[in-house]
Structures are given as C-alpha cells and as structure tokens.
C-alpha cells in the first residue's frame, strides 16, 4: 500500500527556513518521479519541485535558488529545504509520487511575522 506523509511545516518569519520530509511507504521510493507542490488559499495547486530517479531536479520560476529538493534512499524519503521565506510561500504542501497520482495530506506553512 502506497503512502506518502509529510511533515515539518509550521509557522516561520520571513527570511526563515524549514526543511519538509515526505516519508514514503509501500515502494521505494528512489524509483520513482517525485515531486512537491502546493496550494495557497484561494489559489490552484501549483508544482513547487521535482526530483527524477536519477535524482535531476526542477524547480518554479518562484523558488529558483531559494528551495532544495532532495532524496534520502536509506530512509525512503524526500526533502524540501526552503530558505529565504516570504508571506507568498504560505500554502500547504504536497508530495506526490507522479505514476499511480499518489498524494500525502499536505502539512501548513504558513511564513508570517
């Protein structure tokens, strides 16, 4: 059984960090296209990252040199660091493994001072 969970988010000041983990089960992980999005009130949902298995990666336009996709085989799971934070990355995100559509529940971040 697939599943994704993602924890790390929390409540940050702008300039701030945190670093996401998506912990995957039921696959490994390393395999597979992953990726990160998320979603703002009011707003579609919206691709953050992803990482390849042969671990190249892309990133939005938006968070281009300020977020790190990143993969830990040993532990089956994924990263996002995110520095440099601004109010206009407050939304929850998502990991989601690209083949078979499989989604986490999503954890909030929320960059407020």
């Known amino acids: 059984q697939v599943q994704l969970v993602e924890s790390g988010g929390g409540l940050v000041q702008p300039g701030g960090s945190l670093r996401l983990s998506c912990a995957a089960s039921g696959f490994i992980l390393r395999s597979y296209f992953m990726r990160w999005y998320r979603q703002a009130p009011g707003k579609e949902r919206e691709l953050v990252a992803s990482i390849r298995s042969d671990s190249g990666t892309n990133y939005a336009d938006s968070v281009k040199d300020r977020f790190t996709i990143s993969r830990d085989n040993a532990k089956n799971t994924v990263y996002l660091q995110m520095n440099s934070l601004v109010p206009e990355d407050t939304a929850v995100y998502y990991c989601?493994?690209?083949?078979?559509?499989?989604w986490g529940r999503g954890t909030q971040v929320t960059v407020s001072s």
């Open positions: 989601n493994r690209a083949i078979g559509d499989y």
